[in-house]
């Protein structure tokens, strides 16, 4: 995660900090080495979104586009499951970054939940996936009942 708790005040990760984790209070470490971005780690292995996944730089890039007080946003399921939305919007739109796959039952799962929901898919992590995409757009004519707008973006600027 990139943010946490410390002391109340949501921050980001700075080396030796220790905070508390937004989506389920239980304790986090700053993790600030140099191969992975900074981030909050719980402090136990436990992962309190199961739908979270190891951020990757293109996510938190992504991420970073929006402001910081729309990012990492935490729900709660009517039956108690903690999720953490990577955007949400003053209007309440959801923006999810997913770089890896996901099965279909999840992905319905995550759009029920989150309504209305964007996803950007990361079309670059297997060879196949962009041609794949492309071909889903190009042929998918959108529906009014799923609502599947799809648009297909240049790579980001790093
Ligand atoms: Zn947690």
Redesign the pocket.
């Given at each position: 995660?990139k943010f946490a708790f410390v002391d109340g005040i949501r921050q980001e990760a700075t080396s030796g900090l220790r905070g508390s984790?937004?989506?389920?209070?239980?304790p986090?470490l700053a993790k600030c080495g140099v191969k992975r971005l900074h981030h909050w780690a719980?402090v136990s292995t436990?992962?309190?979104?199961r739908w979270w996944e190891p951020e990757t730089e293109r996510h938190r890039a992504w991420k970073n586009q929006f402001p910081a007080e729309w990012q990492e946003i935490r729900h709660l399921t009517t039956d108690g499951e903690?999720h953490i939305a990577d955007v949400k919007t003053a209007s309440g739109t959801i923006v999810e970054f997913q770089h890896s796959a996901i099965s279909l039952h999840e992905k319905s799962s995550r759009e029920a939940f989150y309504d209305p929901l964007v996803w950007i898919a990361d079309g670059t992590r297997l060879k196949r996936d962009l041609p794949s995409f492309r071909q889903e757009i190009t042929t998918t004519a959108p529906s009014a009942e799923s609502r599947t707008r799809a648009w297909v973006g240049g790579q980001m600027a790093q």
């Open positions: 995660m984790c937004p989506g389920c209070g239980s986090t719980h436990a992962v309190c979104d903690v």
